[in-house]
């Protein structure tokens, strides 16, 4: 079981960090991934790290500005939003994948959280 937490109002330009805690014992065995939905469109992929957090990839949108960890000790995949812009503004989703690490793509995640929404107002 994934849940998210963190998401929240804020203004452009502040910074946000979301948090998605995982159950059970084999969190470590799972590369995570961070997902976004605006009202309207598709899933898109945002960040993803490796089962021990050394490898991190980004969406060319996002890049610089946000960043993926984890801490296995807590069961933890953590997302800091900085300089965030309304266009940032969407329901922001963990994903675990067993399989991979570096998929793109929801289809290849077997595990999600409900979501935590993240609103940014200019």
């Known amino acids: 079981q994934l849940v998210e937490s963190g998401g929240g109002l804020v203004q452009a330009g502040d910074s946000l960090r979301l948090s998605c805690a995982a159950s059970?014992?084999?969190?470590?065995?799972?590369?995570m991934g961070w997902f976004r939905q605006a009202p309207g469109k598709e899933r898109e992929f945002v960040a993803g790290v490796s089962w021990g957090g050394a490898n991190t990839h980004y969406a060319d949108s996002v890049k610089g500005r946000f960043t993926i960890s984890r801490d296995n000790a807590k069961n933890t995949v953590y997302l800091q939003m900085n300089s965030l812009k309304p266009e940032d503004t969407a329901v922001y989703y963990c994903a675990a994948d067993r399989e991979v690490y570096g998929s793109r793509r929801p289809q290849s995640y077997d595990y999600w959280g409900q979501g935590t929404q993240v609103t940014v107002s200019s």
């Open positions: 059970g014992r084999t969190f470590s065995s799972y590369s």
